[in-house]
C-alpha cells in the first residue's frame, strides 16, 4: 500500500480543510498521514479528524516544524501540499522545502485570483520546479496560474457525499432561501439581507448558517432595515444537507470564491442556486437550468430575481431536479477522489 503525506498549511478551517479531510478519509487505497499546524485555532479540526479514525499529525510553526514535515515526507511515497490560496505556504516555498526529502510533490490550490506582489510570484516561480503537479478545483483557477507562467497544472472539481435522494421542496407559498458559510465580508451576506429588504413580500424567508466575525454585525443590520421577521440565524449547523432540504433554493452572494461546497452541497440535496458571477461559478451553475449567476454587490438583482422566484414555482422545482442529476454527473465526492488517485499514480510512475 502506497504512503500518503497530506499537508495542510491553514491558519482556519474553512473549505479548503474541508476538502483535504473529505479526500483522506476517502483513499481507501492509500496509508495516509495528515499534517495539520499545531496552533489552536486548529486544534478542534484536529480532534475531529482523530475522532473519524484519521491519522493526524500537529506540527509546529518555524525551524522544527520544518524539520518534522521533511521527516514524515521521508517516510512517505508522495506528498500532497493543500493550500488555500494560491501565495500561502511562503508563497511556494512549502512544497519545494517538502521536495528536498526527494519525495514528488503534489499540490491543491484553490483561490488563485488573489492580490499578488512582484516578490510573492518571483518566490512561487523559483520554487516552481519542486512541484510535480498543480491542482486546481475549476477552469477559471487553472487558467489563472497558467496566465502565471505555471504549466503543470490539471483540473480536478471538488466533489461532496451523496446525502441520498432528495427531499421534496417545502409546502406552501414561502420561497426559504438557504445561506450556508463563514459570516465575513468576503461571502458578501450583507447584499442578501438588503435584497430581501428591497423585495417586502412576507413570502420570502432567508435563513443563514454558519458562524464568524460579523455574527453581531449581521444581525445588527437585519434590525435596521426592518426584516426581522423574514431574516434568521441558523448557527453553526452539523447537517447541512438536513439544512438544504428545508429551504427551496441555496444562495451564495460572495465576493471571492474558489469552489465553494455549500453549493455543491445544495446541489446533492436538489437544490438549485443563486451565485454571484464570479470566475468559476459558471462551472457549477448552469443557468436557467441549475440556476441563476447574479452581479457582484448589486442587491437590486438579486431583488429581482428573488421575486420571480417567488411567482415562478415551477422554476425552483426544476432547478433543483436538474441540479441533483448535474450533482451526480459531476460533482460526487467518490469521482472526486478517484481521479485525484489517478493523478497520485502517475506521478508516482513518472
Same mark, same amino acid.
Given at each position: 500500500?502506497?504512503?500518503?503525506?497530506?499537508?495542510?498549511?491553514?491558519?482556519?478551517?474553512?473549505?479548503?480543510?474541508?476538502?483535504?479531510?473529505?479526500?483522506?478519509?476517502?483513499?481507501?487505497?492509500?496509508?495516509?498521514?495528515?499534517?495539520?499546524?499545531?496552533?489552536?485555532?486548529?486544534?478542534?479540526?484536529?480532534?475531529?479528524?482523530?475522532?473519524?479514525?484519521?491519522?493526524?499529525?500537529?506540527?509546529?510553526?518555524?525551524?522544527?516544524?520544518?524539520?518534522?514535515?521533511?521527516?514524515?515526507?521521508?517516510?512517505?511515497?508522495?506528498?500532497?501540499?493543500?493550500?488555500?490560496?494560491?501565495?500561502?505556504?511562503?508563497?511556494?516555498?512549502?512544497?519545494?522545502?517538502?521536495?528536498?526529502?526527494?519525495?514528488?510533490?503534489?499540490?491543491?490550490?484553490?483561490?488563485?485570483?488573489?492580490?499578488?506582489?512582484?516578490?510573492?510570484?518571483?518566490?512561487?516561480?523559483?520554487?516552481?520546479?519542486?512541484?510535480?503537479?498543480?491542482?486546481?478545483?475549476?477552469?477559471?483557477?487553472? #487558467?489563472?496560474?497558467?496566465?502565471?507562467?505555471?504549466?503543470?497544472?490539471?483540473?480536478?472539481?471538488?466533489?461532496?457525499?451523496?446525502?441520498?435522494?432528495?427531499?421534496?421542496?417545502? #409546502?406552501?407559498?414561502?420561497?426559504?432561501?438557504?445561506?450556508?458559510?463563514?459570516?465575513?465580508?468576503?461571502?458578501?451576506?450583507?447584499?442578501?439581507?438588503?435584497?430581501?429588504?428591497?423585495?417586502?413580500?412576507?413570502?420570502?424567508?432567508?435563513?443563514?448558517?454558519?458562524?464568524?466575525?460579523?455574527?453581531?454585525?449581521?444581525?445588527?443590520?437585519?434590525?435596521?432595515?426592518?426584516?426581522?421577521?423574514?431574516?434568521?440565524?441558523?448557527?453553526?449547523? #452539523?447537517?447541512?444537507?438536513?439544512?438544504?432540504?428545508?429551504?427551496?433554493?441555496?444562495?451564495?452572494?460572495?465576493?471571492?470564491?474558489?469552489?465553494?461546497?455549500?453549493?455543491?452541497?445544495?446541489?446533492?440535496?436538489?437544490?438549485?442556486?443563486?451565485?454571484?458571477?464570479?470566475?468559476?461559478?459558471?462551472?457549477?451553475?448552469?443557468?436557467?437550468?441549475?440556476?441563476?449567476?447574479?452581479?457582484?454587490?448589486?442587491?437590486?438583482?438579486?431583488?429581482?430575481?428573488?421575486?420571480?422566484?417567488?411567482?415562478?414555482?415551477?422554476?425552483?422545482?426544476?432547478?433543483?431536479?436538474?441540479?441533483?442529476?448535474?450533482?451526480?454527473?459531476?460533482?460526487?465526492?467518490?469521482?472526486?477522489?478517484?481521479?485525484?488517485?489517478?493523478?497520485?499514480?502517475?506521478?508516482?510512475?513518472?
Amino acid at each position: 500500500m502506497n504512503r500518503l503525506l497530506l499537508v495542510s498549511e491553514a491558519r482556519a478551517v474553512g473549505g479548503a480543510e474541508v476538502y483535504l479531510e473529505r479526500l483522506a478519509a476517502g483513499l481507501d487505497d492509500w496509508r495516509t498521514v495528515l499534517a495539520v499546524p499545531a496552533s489552536g485555532a486548529m486544534a478542534a479540526w484536529r480532534k475531529r479528524l482523530e475522532t473519524a479514525g484519521l491519522q493526524c499529525v500537529a506540527y509546529d510553526s518555524g525551524a522544527s516544524g520544518m524539520r518534522q514535515l521533511r521527516d514524515l515526507a521521508r517516510n512517505a511515497d508522495l506528498v500532497h501540499v493543500n493550500l488555500p490560496s494560491t501565495y500561502d505556504g511562503g508563497s511556494g516555498t512549502l512544497p519545494w522545502r517538502l521536495s528536498r526529502s526527494g519525495r514528488p510533490v503534489v499540490v491543491t490550490e484553490h483561490l488563485t485570483l488573489l492580490p499578488r506582489s512582484r516578490r510573492r510570484r518571483l518566490w512561487k516561480r523559483l520554487t516552481d520546479r519542486a512541484v510535480a503537479v498543480r491542482i486546481c478545483v475549476s477552469r477559471a483557477s487553472a #487558467d489563472g496560474l497558467r496566465a502565471e507562467g505555471f504549466t503543470r497544472v490539471q483540473v480536478i472539481p471538488s466533489g461532496v457525499p451523496d446525502p441520498g435522494a432528495p427531499l421534496p421542496l417545502p #409546502d406552501g407559498e414561502t420561497l426559504r432561501v438557504g445561506v450556508a458559510g463563514s459570516l465575513e465580508t468576503r461571502k458578501g451576506i450583507d447584499t442578501l439581507i438588503e435584497a430581501v429588504a428591497r423585495v417586502g413580500d412576507s413570502r420570502l424567508r432567508l435563513e443563514i448558517a454558519g458562524d464568524g466575525p460579523l455574527r453581531e454585525t449581521l444581525p445588527a443590520l437585519v434590525r435596521a432595515r426592518g426584516v426581522e421577521e423574514q431574516v434568521s440565524f441558523a448557527g453553526q449547523v #452539523d447537517d447541512i444537507y438536513g439544512f438544504f432540504a428545508a429551504q427551496d433554493v441555496a444562495a451564495l452572494s460572495s465576493r471571492l470564491e474558489a469552489m465553494p461546497l455549500c453549493v455543491l452541497e445544495a446541489m446533492a440535496a436538489g437544490r438549485g442556486s443563486l451565485v454571484t458571477a464570479l470566475p468559476g461559478m459558471n462551472e457549477i451553475v448552469t443557468v436557467n437550468s441549475t440556476g441563476r449567476l447574479l452581479p457582484v454587490d448589486d442587491p437590486g438583482a438579486w431583488a429581482d430575481c428573488l421575486a420571480e422566484l417567488i411567482r415562478d414555482r415551477t422554476l425552483v422545482r426544476s432547478w433543483g431536479a436538474e441540479a441533483r442529476r448535474d450533482y451526480e454527473a459531476r460533482f460526487t465526492l467518490a469521482h472526486s477522489v478517484r481521479e485525484t488517485e489517478k493523478l497520485y499514480r502517475e506521478v508516482i510512475g513518472e
